[in-house]
């Protein structure tokens, strides 16, 4: 890529996205932060980009940072976490329509290309795992909030389509299946069981852990979006970044117990009984990945043990983020 190109990353201050940027940056692209956050908490690194706060549901804002000039929008900010689709789906399908609408417009006005995040959530509950990019989506009822999320990113997914269609603009779409690492917010099942044990708390696992995941690595996950935001094969396209080994959360549970020193004991929690009639949640989340890797030269090269270790490793040394209180359960 050459040295002086532009990316404007949305969302860029949160878990994924500021991965995204120290990459972004370190491969020497002027980058642009859009989020609602400000760079006060952001490390001293990530400080080298130039923030632009700001709410993607206001067009002028968006325009503000998307102008010409910009190469590349990496499209990140949404409200995420199954804490957050059931408190604010107004915000979730809001942020997630409005929000990009406005980014695609403004790229279309720019003339840049577009990497819109998406998630395995599109796929829903549908049973036939592995997942193909072009595979059904089995949503569940509108009267469940839990299903915002998935709907209204699938929507995003069809509006970025529809501008690739009807405007011509350059779109990819990178679908994430459960990203962990260091930063994330505690609230999701690794960083979760990390900020517990490490916290000497029980490690919990809902209704026997016998779920499975195909966890990813955000470095990993970094690299497929930039891999998505350059290859000109990724344009007009969809793809599941996620990893290939299949793990119970049960499992997942283990693995961090004893990589903190198994201190803790693992309680099982009644979901229905703790969040109510609307959780739901998925038995088994696979990506087929041989799109990303046959056209994007992708795949997801940190072991789960190791990407664990990492985290572990990050968090031990982040007195902040362990303080953070504990989001969810018990
Ligand atoms: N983390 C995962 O495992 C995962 C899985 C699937 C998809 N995704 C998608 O990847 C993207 C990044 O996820 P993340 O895990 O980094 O989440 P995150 O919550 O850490 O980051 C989201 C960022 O978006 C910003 N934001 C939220 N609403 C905004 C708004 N209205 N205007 C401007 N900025 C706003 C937030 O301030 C935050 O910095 C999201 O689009 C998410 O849907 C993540």
Request: glycine letters at 10%.
């Amino acid at each position: 890529m050459s040295g002086t190109s532009h990316a404007v990353v949305t969302g860029g201050g949160g878990f994924i996205g500021s991965h995204l940027v120290a990459r972004l940056l370190e491969e020497g692209y002027r980058v642009t932060v859009f989020d609602r956050a400000d760079s006060a908490g952001a490390s001293p690194a990530l400080r080298e980009a130039a923030w632009v706060p700001g709410d993607v549901r206001d067009p002028a804002q968006v325009e503000g940072a998307v102008r010409r000039g910009v190469d590349v929008v990496y499209h990140l900010a949404a409200v995420v976490g199954v804490d957050q689709y059931l408190a604010r789906p107004l915000d979730v399908v809001d942020i997630n329509f409005t929000g990009t609408r406005n980014v695609l417009e403004a790229a279309s006005r720019a003339n840049a290309r577009v990497v819109m995040a998406s998630t395995s959530e599109v796929f829903g509950k549908n049973p036939a795992v592995p997942w193909a990019e072009d595979d059904d989506r089995v949503l569940g009822t509108t009267a469940k909030a839990r299903w915002s999320y998935g709907t209204s990113k699938a929507l995003a997914e069809h509006l970025a389509f529809a501008f690739a269609h009807q405007r011509g603009l350059p779109v990819s779409i990178v679908r994430y299946f459960n990203a962990f690492g260091p930063g994330q917010r505690p609230a999701y099942l690794v960083s979760r069981l990390v900020h517990r044990a490490l916290n000497g708390l029980p490690l919990t696992v809902y209704d026997g852990g016998q779920q499975t995941r195909c966890l990813t690595f955000v470095g990993d996950a970094v690299e497929g979006t930039i891999a998505a935001g350059t290859s000109p094969a990724a344009l007009g396209e969809a793809f599941n970044i996620g990893g290939h080994k299949e793990s119970t959360v049960a499992e997942v549970a283990s693995l961090v117990n004893e990589l903190t020193g198994d201190r803790v004991p693992v309680h099982d929690v009644d979901t229905g009984k703790l969040l109510g009639a609307s959780y739901e949640d998925l038995g088994r989340r696979i990506p087929d990945t041989r799109k990303a890797r046959d056209l994007l030269g992708w795949e997801c090269r940190t072991p789960l043990r190791e990407g664990l270790s990492r985290t572990v490793a990050w968090a031990r040394s982040s007195p902040d983020w362990l303080a953070l209180p504990d989001t969810g359960a018990e």
